[in-house]
């Protein structure tokens, strides 16, 4: 649930990326207000969701959680329901994410990172355990940590966006009222971003759900591997981000070569950055295992994963700053479409067929990721080589 609500922001925010990098490269900062408060109206229009979320969540755990656990369904539900009232203050961090990084303004956001999760740990130990007279709230403590952590961070941003600096530059204190015809340019741009994220997110989820039934160890081998992974996939997605400025930038300046050129650039930065790091797991496999496990079936099957996933990093940072460059550039309806058939169509039956039909078990299940990760990547690149995306023009 609560990754469909962090695809959603996360489509917000890379929209105003879009926005934003084409009017920075065209040298109209005094447009940046304006599609700023557009990304702001759907955020407003978005946050009335938050009337529908209690009555979902208590369903949802109603489904998920044992009949004989009342308890967990409760705690669960309180917990979902607190949590809700952070979706606005996300989504309005995120477009000012989108317009510090549309900007080339990384820092910024780092910054607003590390405040929002250290926040969050302290007001944890605060609340949870209730410390320091607090009162110890225990899991609505938690969810009650997390919406104050990111209320701080939605402070910040507000006082970024709105700082003098930026309303003089950017025109960012002058409100506007987006039209419909507004506010579905951004959601053209915005939810493709979103709706792909869940659903290759929804088909990984299917993929360990899958490799899960081949054995405890098999999944705690795969839980541990997925802990690397995520370091090699977080350097790409960085890359990616700057892909999407940059390549937005240069369209607005009228500069498509040079979009095109960075995100070469980018493509060697992401495969030499995510090459060497996967060389680790190729190189010393049992001894990152054995960091998280001692057991040796754990360690064994996890070795066997470390070395299939090193294959595969050049496939993943080509299909990751390919995607960032398309989406930077507009054409998110393609690469959700991509993704969605090739994900459902091919990835998910592929690896089914592979495990119940011709028994290849693990090396089975991580061949079809192989040749999903691969076949998205050449189908991104196909599409970028095209040049389609240097014509898409924004509402």
């Not at 922001?9 to 900062?29: D, K």
């Given at each position: 649930?609560?990754?469909?609500?962090?695809?959603?922001?996360?489509?917000?925010?890379?929209?105003?990326?879009?926005?934003?990098?084409?009017?920075?490269?065209?040298?109209?900062?005094?447009?940046?207000?304006?599609?700023?408060?557009r990304s702001l109206n759907m955020v407003a229009w978005l946050s009335?969701?938050?009337?529908?979320?209690?009555?979902?969540?208590?369903?949802?755990?109603?489904?998920?959680?044992?009949?004989?656990?009342?308890?967990?369904?409760?705690?669960?539900?309180?917990?979902?329901?607190?949590?809700?009232?952070?979706?606005?203050?996300?989504?309005?961090?995120?477009?000012?994410?989108?317009?510090?990084?549309?900007?080339?303004?990384?820092?910024?956001?780092?910054?607003?990172?590390?405040?929002?999760?250290?926040?969050?740990?302290?007001?944890?130990?605060?609340?949870?355990?209730?410390?320091?007279?607090?009162?110890?709230?225990?899991?609505?403590?938690?969810?009650?940590?997390?919406?104050?952590?990111?209320?701080?961070?939605?402070?910040?941003?507000?006082?970024?966006?709105?700082?003098?600096?930026?309303?003089?530059?950017?025109?960012?204190?002058?409100?506007h009222l987006a039209s419909w015809a507004e506010l579905k340019g951004?959601?053209?741009?915005?939810?493709?971003?979103?709706?792909?994220?869940?659903?290759?997110?929804?088909?990984?989820?299917?993929?360990?759900?899958?490799?899960?039934?081949?054995?405890?160890?098999?999944?705690?081998?795969?839980?541990?591997?997925?802990?690397?992974?995520?370091?090699?996939?977080?350097?790409?997605?960085?890359?990616?981000?700057?892909?999407?400025?940059?390549?937005?930038?240069?369209?607005?300046?009228?500069?498509?070569?040079?979009?095109?050129?960075?995100?070469?650039?980018?493509?060697?930065?992401?495969?030499?950055?995510?090459?060497?790091?996967?060389?680790?797991?190729?190189?010393?496999?049992?001894?990152?295992?054995?960091?998280?496990?001692?057991?040796?079936?754990?360690?064994?099957?996890?070795?066997?994963?470390?070395?299939?996933?090193?294959?595969?990093?050049?496939?993943?940072?080509?299909?990751?700053?390919?995607?960032?460059?398309?989406?930077?550039?507009?054409?998110?309806?393609?690469?959700?479409?991509?993704?969605?058939?090739?994900?459902?169509?091919?990835?998910?039956?592929?690896?089914?067929?592979?495990?119940?039909?011709?028994?290849?078990?693990?090396?089975?299940?991580?061949?079809?990721?192989?040749?999903?990760?691969?076949?998205?990547?050449?189908?991104?690149?196909?599409?970028?080589?095209?040049?389609?995306?240097?014509?898409?023009?924004?509402?």
């Open positions: 649930m609560w990754r469909i609500i962090r695809d959603t922001n996360r489509g917000a925010a890379n929209s105003t990326v879009v926005f934003v990098g084409r009017n920075h490269g065209a040298g109209q900062p005094e447009r940046i207000g304006t599609a700023i408060w009335l969701l938050i009337v529908f979320l209690p009555s979902l969540f208590s369903g949802v755990m109603a489904l998920a959680a044992p009949s004989d656990s009342p308890a967990v369904r409760e705690m669960g539900t309180t917990y979902l329901s607190i949590r809700a009232f952070e979706i606005p203050l996300v989504m309005f961090s995120a477009v000012v994410w989108g317009f510090l990084v549309g900007r080339g303004n990384s820092r910024a956001p780092m910054i607003l990172a590390w405040i929002t999760v250290l926040a969050n740990v302290f007001l944890d130990w605060l609340l949870v355990l209730g410390n320091w007279g607090a009162p110890a709230l225990g899991v609505a403590g938690a969810a009650y940590a997390t919406v104050m952590a990111n209320g701080i961070n939605a402070i910040l941003s507000a006082l970024i966006l709105w700082s003098t600096s930026s309303r003089r530059e950017f025109n960012t204190g002058r409100a951004v959601l053209q741009v915005g939810l493709p971003m979103g709706v792909g994220d869940f659903i290759e997110i929804a088909s990984f989820s299917v993929f360990f759900a899958l490799l899960a039934r081949l054995g405890t160890d098999i999944l705690a081998a795969n839980q541990i591997a997925l802990q690397f992974l995520s370091i090699s996939f977080t350097f790409g997605i960085a890359v990616s981000m700057a892909t999407s400025s940059l390549v937005s930038q240069n369209l607005g300046a009228k500069q498509p070569e040079i979009a095109e050129k960075v995100t070469y650039r980018a493509l060697g930065l992401a495969v030499a950055g995510m090459g060497l790091i996967g060389l680790t797991y190729l190189i010393a496999p049992a001894q990152l295992m054995g960091i998280f496990s001692q057991e040796q079936s754990v360690i064994d099957a996890g070795v066997f994963v470390m070395r299939l996933i090193a294959f595969y990093q050049v496939f993943d940072a080509l299909g990751i700053v390919m995607a960032g460059a398309l989406n930077g550039a507009g054409d998110t309806t393609f690469t959700m479409a991509a993704r969605s058939i090739m994900a459902w169509g091919m990835f998910i039956p592929l690896v089914w067929l592979l495990i119940y039909r011709f028994d290849a078990g693990l090396a089975g299940a991580w061949a079809g990721a192989l040749i999903y990760l691969g076949g998205l990547a050449f189908v991104y690149l196909w599409r970028f080589r095209t040049g389609r995306w240097k014509t898409i023009e924004l509402a």
